[in-house]
């Protein structure tokens, strides 16, 4: 499974949660996830999340740190599994590598009881689409929010690339694991 | 999916990761996870793991927390995703309910460096069944490891109950997380 | 599973057969069924019979005691054999309850030889959708018609609750069924 | 799919449930569904259905009319329902072609609230394995029983006959009719 | 599964890849490929090769013979293997029935090094769909191809009705053979 | 997918094709190829194809070059469509680099009407697994066969390892095809 780091700005407003969106613009084919900065406003017409849609809660975030991840040929069932474990990797990326505690509950994570994150998990015909976006600068956000902007020494390349790199290699250990015992 | 702690002392020998055996011995039908603690001690001839059978390392503590799960009708890849689950949640169970920093690696978990777990993950031909223990006095292990014994405060049944709750609800959460997306 | 009644007219023209139909309106998240009464008229834009389309035969019936299920994650031959267990099902509680005599003949079922019923499976992203609709007052549908209104002593929501409550029990069971076998 | 009325007694001891029993014994490759007439008597060590084994249910019935089934390259929760199907139809024959009146439960059949049938379905592993039986003088069986025997006019070839080709009919239009549908 | 050739020269323009186009057009209800004559032109916004859309590849041969197959309840990793035997078929049919080499790169075949195919191989909701056209006249085409007008003694229609036979013959022989064996 | 040539000789007797026989033996996890020199006797004890079995159809052949293939997490008829592909790519190697014309039946070779070979795919509980014989030295075959022997200029070695370089390249490109598609 890949992963590339987008050393460019972009806004982030859900129709990029799309198939082939990594491989149309980053000639990345097959299983990938990229990283990229950048505003993040997904209006209720764009989310799959339809119990947000039927909650009436749009997303807002002034700045974030998005990962975008599509991986073919699997369920939804293991494409949340998934999912949790990008999560799970984030927080164990924060406690390692800088110290910070983080506590999980599912899909979201959270610093000294505010929001870090929003993170969803969705079906393309071919494909599992997975978007997460920690907060850079959660100004606006319609809830009281953790920012990686006080996360001291805290470079979100870097960091981005931390993440990407643990969780493609776990993912590959997992299948692997799958390949080395015996039936009973 | 339904969970027990099974209040007597049981030794773990490997043979009881086998289909239907919590469903023979505690009348559970389906999905289940159950725990009880009892020495450890996993022959070659009934490890499932064959790296270790290759390796030539046979398991052995004296007293740990064993926990059985057995889930139908999945794939191994998804099997092996619910089992790092569980490990994720009982480092996060020991992190949010005890105080105790946990490094997870894979399906292992480490305190100080000093390794806690084992754990496998293998397949029936119509279910997944997870096996991890943990150490409670970890005497005669082959590895310098840590112990639930040296956690202040911590009651066995009470930890694990904690955790299972916490296991069962989390991977109902995940099936629901599958329903409730628009497709792309 | 879960199952509503829901008690309001409404109109079925086809466009209700739609992922998230029940969760957007009815806040009923995952596995559900829901029954309804109203006009059936479903014209050839909106079916996803393909053969219906090609023989030129679009669906109508004065009112009916319609039925809409959903069911995630399950391939569609599956789908079809959940189908075919629903009309078994409306069979049985009519013989068993009201003691009428009903014929199957695929998913179609009949009383005295007049056609009671019309019924679809199809599949979306990542959900199996079923509409059956049974003839309340058949007026005006393109082939001779048995009603229920001819049942006597038919109360039409709790005719529906009986079906959906053997139906959604019986689902249940036959996962249950599954997880009970030891493999040969 | 194949059918085949065994034109000899057999006794069917839950041996036959196997993997390739059909092919070895009659020929018949692939998706297949086999009668006979013979006394059934499964012990304990032989049943599949942990249930019964946990509820120390043995078998018996002096004669019985067996169907054992097999079905490649299914999951079991598709299987048991094909096993419900399969019980679905031999009650529709006994009421179209016999006019019986016969009660389904899951996967039991009753006349006059006696019990007529048994039924199991279990994997293997490439296949979905189905054994019903129903009772022709059952002389010996640990319930109340219904027989065939008391059914007029029944000629038991014919019967199973007419109950294997309209099973077989209508599992190749169920896959038929997963292919005749627009996706939602 | 069914075939047909369609003896009616018809455009190929990337629009009869869909979902049910055989079934509606030519009342071939399930798993079913065809084989037209006609000009061959699929514009960027028709290609469901996101490689060829990348790299603006569009299609054009004045004359091809298309295939057009479509198979249901499969993943597409079983749909592009089924491609690489049709693409295997055509070659030797050639090789047998006419004496000439071709050289099979992948799902490209070639005679004397020049391309004589193009082929795709996606997925709806519930099929997989291939798409396969080989030059009959080649003229206009963007890369140096080879064409079955320079085959002597090759009747179109005999020619592709040769292939469809094989090549159905032998998916179904290898369905068949994937009931044979015992497990392992 | 790895591949290694074995450069010992080795009997191969059917006990081979079992589940992680290339792991435990070769230390090579996951999805593999191995090629080796050796007599091949299976007696019919040792066979898992049921219809050898049937018709008495034990293997012998004084010298093969034997492929055997394991790979994980895919069902039976997609490891008999890559059991295919394997013998296509012998095929093609043929043709391609020696020059020699072989035509294919289903799984198996012929040269100049003589059988070049025996192949078979199996399913064990988590993977599917393939062997396929190629005579060298044919003495002894229960029927009339061709040789790699009298290939001139083949060296078993260089010979295998493109087999094996050409089909595993071609299984990576068949999945990877699986990922650059949009859906219809």
Known sequence: MKHLFIDKNLKYSGLELAPHWIYKNYKM????????????????????????????????????????????????????????LLITTIKEVLENDYGIKVVRNGDDLFINDKKLSVSIATKSINSVLIHTGLNIDATGAPVDAAELNSVKALDIKDFANKIMIRYTDELDDIVLASTKVSGR
Chains 1, 2, 3, 4, 5, 6 share one sequence.
């Open 29 to 84: 084919q097959g299983d990938a996830i990229v990283a990229f900065v950048g505003e993040c406003e997904v209006h209720l017409t764009e989310m799959v999340d339809v119990e947000d849609v039927i909650n009436n809660e749009p997303i807002y975030s002034k700045c974030m740190l998005n990962f975008i991840a599509e991986m073919f040929n699997i369920g939804l069932v293991e494409g949340v599994l998934r999912q949790r």
